[in-house]
């Protein structure tokens, strides 16, 4: 039933906004996927990203403009799945099908965002463990692409050492 209805209103909403499946994305996220993205950055980086305000939004701006650079690296049809995914679930009947939310996402508390996405990652439904997978995978790829945060990991670069040198 539930399955049933998530593909109902779906379908509804790309057959109603037929400009998300046929539009060109620009390089840049648009103001309402951002929001969207926005929301789930603390989620996915729970304990890593810093909790004083300021800091919080100056990492988070960055990792926004690292994500940007990631996706134009990406193939054209992945870059296109995951701008989908930001702008449905930017709107109030997508986000409801996916998410089960009417409120923008920015409005859960970090303990419902949690919930969403570990509701995806088990959803029986493949589509809903893709978009948990590309979501946490871009953000975790930005985050740690920056040499700065490897010592979140405990990583260190190799030294590479050139005998007679």
Do not use: C
């Not at 992945?78 to 989908?84: A, G, I, N």
């Amino acid at each position: 039933m539930l399955g049933t209805g998530t593909v109902v209103a779906f379908g509804s909403v790309l057959y109603f906004d037929r400009d998300l499946v046929t539009r060109r994305h620009a390089e840049l996220l648009d103001p309402y996927q951002e929001t969207a993205l926005r929301a789930f950055l603390p989620v996915i980086l729970n304990g890593v990203i810093s909790r004083q305000t300021d800091q919080r939004a100056e990492q988070m701006d960055h990792l926004i403009r690292q994500i940007e650079l990631a996706l134009k690296y990406l193939p054209e049809f992945s870059r296109d799945q995951f701008f989908e995914l930001l702008s449905l679930l930017s709107r109030r009947l997508s986000r409801w099908a996916l998410a089960g939310q009417w409120q923008q996402l920015d409005q859960l508390t970090m303990a419902q965002r949690m919930t969403l996405l570990q509701e995806w990652r088990h959803s029986f439904l493949d589509l809903l463990q893709q978009a948990y997978q590309g979501l946490r995978e871009i953000v975790l790829a930005a985050w740690y692409g920056e040499p700065s945060h490897w010592s979140y990991l405990n990583y260190q670069k190799p030294s590479w050492v050139v005998p007679g040198r």
